[in-house]
C-alpha cells in the first residue's frame, strides 16, 4: 500500500493513497481514498466528498473585491454519508488498509477523471508576487453540508477537509523518432549556399536527461562560421480565458566551434534544460507543485484527435533552435526553418525563411515529460 496522505479537520479526516494521478492519454488513473468522518452533531446536514479542476489566472486577494479570476473547469460531488444506493466499485488495497483502521467511520470514495481535462501546470510567480499562483490545479475536498453545491450555504473551515493533488503526464516508453531539419542559404557575395541540418534522436525527452542534438554544416560558401549556438524555447499558449501567448528561452548555449569556408563540419551537442537555471522567470509554466515541494518545468501538452483545446486551459510545448552565426564582411545572412511535430505519431513539417542580420538558424520543437515511474 502507498503512503498516506491524509488530513484532518475537527469532524472530517481525508486520506489519499498518493497524490499524483497519471494521464495515460487513453485514461486517467482514478482518485481513490477515504473519508473518515464523526456522524454526531451533523443536526440534518450530509457528508460530501468533491473534485474540482479549476483554472487561476489572477491574485487570490483580488477575490475579496468581488473580481473572480478562477474559473472551475470541471467538479464531480459524491455524497458520502449518509449512503445511497448508487453502485460503488470494488475497494482498492489502499481503501481496505486504512478502513481497518479507521472502522465504522470510514467511508471509501472513487473518482474518474474524463480523459479530456489538462494536466496540473503552474505559472512560476515573480519573486515579489504571493498567494497562490496562476494556472491549473486538482483539489479533492470532503465537506459537511445540507447540500452539495449551494452557493448560499456557509460552511465552516472546521467542517471541511482539503487536500490539492497533480494530475501529471505519462510518458510512453516506446517513442516515435526524432525530428529532423536541413536548411541552406544563398549570400549574395558567394556563389555557393551554406547547408544546416539538425536532428535529433527521438521526439521526447525526460526532465533532467541530456537532449543529444546532432549537427551537421556544409559550408561550400567563403564565409566562416564563427560560433554555433543552440537554444531551447517554451512556448505556452493560455487558451481558456484569451490568446495569450509566451515564448521563454529556457536554455542558451553557445559552442565556439568554427567552420572555415569550403569545409563541412558534424558534432553531436548534448544540452539539459532545467528547472534550476530558471527560478527568476516570472511566468514560466512548471509542472503542478504541492506545497514547498520541488518540481520541473511543464510537460509538453499532448494532445488527441478531437479534444477540445478551449478546456486544457495552458498548452505547453518547447522548440530547439540551432544558430550559426557566420562573418565574412559587411554583408551577413540568416535562415530560418521549422519542423512542428505535434503528435507522436504525426509529423507536420514546415519551412520559411526570414531575413536576420547576423545569424542562421533551424528550428526543432521537442517533447519534455516525466519518466515513466509508475510500471
Given at each position: 500500500c502507498c503512503s498516506n496522505v491524509n488530513i484532518s479537520i475537527s469532524k472530517l479526516a481525508l486520506y489519499l493513497g498518493k497524490r499524483d494521478f497519471v494521464d495515460h492519454v487513453e485514461s486517467v488513473e482514478a482518485i481513490d481514498g477515504v473519508l473518515k468522518v464523526d456522524p454526531a452533531d451533523l443536526n440534518g446536514r450530509k457528508v460530501w466528498v468533491s473534485v474540482t479542476c479549476a483554472f487561476r489566472y489572477g491574485r487570490e486577494d483580488l477575490d475579496v473585491i468581488g473580481l473572480s479570476f478562477r474559473k472551475d473547469i470541471w467538479m464531480q460531488y459524491m455524497q458520502i454519508y449518509p449512503t445511497t444506493c448508487e453502485p460503488k466499485p470494488a475497494n482498492t488495497v489502499m481503501q481496505n488498509a486504512i478502513l481497518k483502521k479507521s472502522g465504522e467511520q470510514g467511508y471509501p470514495f472513487t473518482f474518474c477523471l474524463p480523459t479530456n481535462l489538462p494536466c496540473s501546470v503552474t505559472l512560476q510567480p515573480g519573486p515579489e508576487d504571493s498567494g497562490k499562483p496562476c494556472g491549473v490545479d486538482f483539489e479533492v475536498k470532503g465537506y459537511i453540508a445540507y447540500e452539495a453545491d449551494n452557493p448560499d450555504e456557509i460552511i465552516e473551515k472546521r467542517n471541511t477537509a482539503r487536500l490539492i493533488i497533480r494530475k501529471i503526464q505519462y510518458a510512453p516508453n516506446l517513442l516515435a523518432a526524432g525530428p529532423?531539419?536541413?536548411?541552406?542559404r544563398h549570400f549574395i557575395t558567394s556563389n555557393r549556399p551554406v547547408y544546416l541540418e539538425a536532428s535529433l534522436e527521438q521526439e521526447l525527452y525526460y526532465h533532467g536527461d541530456p537532449i543529444p542534438v546532432n549537427v551537421k554544416v556544409n559550408n561550400e560558401s567563403n564565409k566562416v562560421v564563427k560560433k554555433i549556438k543552440i537554444s531551447i524555447y517554451q512556448t505556452t499558449d493560455v487558451v481558456l480565458y484569451s490568446a495569450d501567448k509566451y515564448t521563454k528561452c529556457v536554455l542558451s548555449e553557445e559552442f565556439g566551434d568554427q567552420v572555415n569556408a569550403m569545409d563541412t563540419f558534424e558534432k553531436e551537442y548534448r544540452v539539459t534544460p532545467l528547472l534550476?537555471?530558471?527560478?527568476?522567470?516570472?511566468?514560466?509554466?512548471?509542472?503542478?507543485k504541492l506545497k514547498d515541494e520541488d518540481t520541473n518545468l511543464a510537460?509538453?501538452?499532448?494532445?488527441?484527435?478531437?479534444?477540445?483545446?478551449?478546456?486544457?486551459?495552458?498548452?505547453?510545448?518547447y522548440k530547439i533552435r540551432v544558430t550559426l552565426t557566420m562573418s565574412g564582411g559587411s554583408l551577413l545572412g540568416s535562415l530560418t526553418s521549422r519542423l512542428i511535430h505535434l503528435h507522436f505519431s504525426e509529423h507536420l513539417q514546415e519551412a520559411h525563411y526570414q531575413y536576420d542580420e547576423q545569424e542562421c538558424h533551424t528550428t526543432a520543437s521537442v517533447h519534455i515529460q516525466h519518466r515513466n515511474r509508475y510500471k
Open positions: 529532423k531539419v536541413d536548411v541552406s534550476a537555471n530558471n527560478r527568476e522567470k516570472r511566468g514560466l509554466a512548471l509542472d503542478g510537460s509538453s501538452t499532448i494532445i488527441r484527435a478531437g479534444m477540445d483545446k478551449d478546456i486544457l486551459g495552458i498548452l505547453v510545448s
